[in-house]
């Protein structure tokens, strides 16, 4: 009798594997390396913090976590490419407020859709900063600077990593809710336009914390403000932009880990219950916090809620500025 009851139940239990793989695979998830697609060149500021979190993370999910980093068009390349992907949790995508937003205002065709991907957990929000050379004494104070700009129309400069870029909307951005006219110069990257900053051939610079805060340690660039609804830890004396004299402006950077379209609900949840430990690692926050990086875990639909109101956002200020790349 036992031995009819035993083999029942083992055929029970094959049954309900063959009429469930999916749920099957989801349990034994992960069992092999995982990928994570970076659309950035390796060794800039994306791919920087991508790493920073990707290694944490492998030990909590016990698998390792290969970076892939595919560069172009903005990351365009990169994230279509997991677009694509099979839903299977074993390839993975760094999602940034370009990817997932910015680019699909700025570009005719990134190649992908934001309904192409279900969000696992922001990583981080990562602070910018209103940066003038340390040298040029006209502006100890943002409200000097927009007190010039508004007497000089045109006159002062705002460098750019490129068109349509983060660094770029904020300069937008400025002129928009100041009532300015700051002439945008875009460069083939950011460390042009630091470059240029530095050389005193550009007026000021809006970027992120983790590309200006040695040089404002070193005491060649001036922070005016930054540009995130609260200081930053890693530079508390360096007032909001709101603080400062733009009241309610807010342009930051952010981060966060995506999945394909159909990933099993049970290993979205183990990524995200993963990431949200991961960041909670004291060496982790200290290593991110240094960079101007704030980790910012979310659950999974508020990714999606926060997300969804940066594509507006984000939208609003590039057809604003009328910023297109083709």
Same mark, same amino acid.
């Given at each position: 009798m036992?031995l009819?009851?035993?083999? !029942?139940?083992?055929?029970a239990?094959?049954?309900?594997?063959?009429?469930?793989?999916?749920?099957?695979? =989801?349990a034994a998830?992960?069992?092999?390396a995982? %990928?994570?697609?970076?659309?950035?060149a390796?060794?800039?500021?994306? $791919?920087? @913090?991508?790493? @920073?979190?990707a +290694?944490p993370?492998?030990?909590?999910l016990?698998?390792?976590?290969?970076?892939?980093?595919?560069?172009?068009? *903005?990351?365009?390349?990169g994230?279509?490419?997991?677009a694509?992907?099979?839903p299977?949790?074993?390839?993975?995508s760094?999602?940034?407020? *370009?990817?997932q937003?910015?680019?699909?205002?700025?570009?005719?065709?990134?190649?992908?859709a934001?309904?192409?991907?279900?969000?696992?957990?922001?990583? %981080?929000?990562?602070?910018?900063?209103?940066?003038?050379?340390? =040298?040029?004494?006209?502006? &100890?104070?943002?409200?000097?600077?927009?007190?010039y700009?508004k007497s000089?129309?045109? +006159?002062?400069?705002?460098?750019?990593?490129?068109?349509?870029t983060?660094?770029?909307?904020a300069?937008?951005? /400025?002129?928009q809710?100041? *009532?300015?006219?700051?002439?945008?110069?875009?460069?083939?990257?950011g460390s042009?336009?630091m470059?240029? /900053? !530095?050389?005193?051939?550009?007026?000021?610079l809006?970027?992120?914390?983790?590309?200006?805060?040695?040089?404002?340690?070193?005491? &060649? /660039?001036?922070?005016?403000?930054? %540009?995130?609804?609260?200081?930053?830890?890693?530079n508390? $004396?360096?007032?909001?932009?709101?603080?400062?004299?733009?009241?309610?402006?807010?342009?930051?950077?952010? $981060?966060?880990?995506?999945?394909p379209?159909?990933?099993?609900?049970?290993?979205?949840?183990?990524?995200n219950?993963?990431?949200?430990r991961? /960041?909670?690692r004291?060496?982790v &926050?200290?290593? !991110?916090?240094?960079?101007?990086?704030?980790?910012?875990?979310?659950?999974?639909?508020?990714?999606?809620e926060?997300?969804?109101?940066?594509?507006?956002r984000?939208? &609003?200020?590039?057809? %604003?500025? *009328?910023?297109?790349?083709?």
């Amino acid at each position: 009798m036992t031995l009819i009851k035993t083999s !029942l139940c083992l055929a029970a239990a094959c049954l309900s594997l063959a009429a469930n793989p999916a749920s099957a695979q =989801s349990a034994a998830w992960p069992s092999h390396a995982i %990928t994570l697609v970076v659309p950035f060149a390796a060794g800039g500021g994306g $791919d920087t @913090l991508a790493r @920073l979190v990707a +290694e944490p993370l492998s030990r909590e999910l016990g698998q390792s976590i290969i970076i892939e980093n595919r560069p172009g068009a *903005g990351g365009n390349i990169g994230t279509a490419i997991v677009a694509r992907a099979n839903p299977d949790g074993y390839t993975l995508s760094y999602g940034t407020n *370009g990817t997932q937003a910015t680019n699909h205002w700025l570009y005719k065709s990134p190649g992908y859709a934001p309904g192409d991907f279900e969000p696992v957990s922001r990583f %981080t929000v990562i602070a910018a900063a209103l940066v003038v050379n340390a =040298s040029d004494e006209r502006f &100890k104070s943002l409200a000097q600077l927009l007190a010039y700009a508004k007497s000089h129309p045109g +006159e002062l400069t705002c460098g750019s990593a490129g068109n349509g870029t983060s660094s770029h909307l904020a300069c937008e951005l /400025l002129n928009q809710m100041a *009532g300015v006219r700051i002439m945008h110069i875009p460069y083939k990257g950011g460390s042009a336009a630091m470059t240029d /900053l !530095l050389g005193g051939r550009v007026s000021l610079l809006i970027d992120v914390m983790p590309n200006v805060s040695g040089q404002i340690a070193a005491g &060649k /660039l001036r922070a005016l403000g930054v %540009t995130t609804p609260e200081r930053v830890r890693s530079n508390p $004396d360096i007032p909001t932009m709101s603080e400062a004299g733009v009241k309610g402006y807010e342009f930051f950077a952010w $981060d966060g880990l995506y999945a394909p379209k159909g990933t099993p609900t049970a290993i979205l949840d183990k990524l995200n219950a993963a990431v949200g430990r991961a /960041l909670a690692r004291p060496e982790v &926050k200290q290593a !991110l916090e240094s960079r101007g990086a704030i980790p910012s875990p979310t659950t999974r639909q508020s990714l999606a809620e926060f997300g969804a109101q940066e594509y507006t956002r984000l939208g &609003k200020v590039v057809k %604003t500025a *009328g910023a297109a790349i083709d």
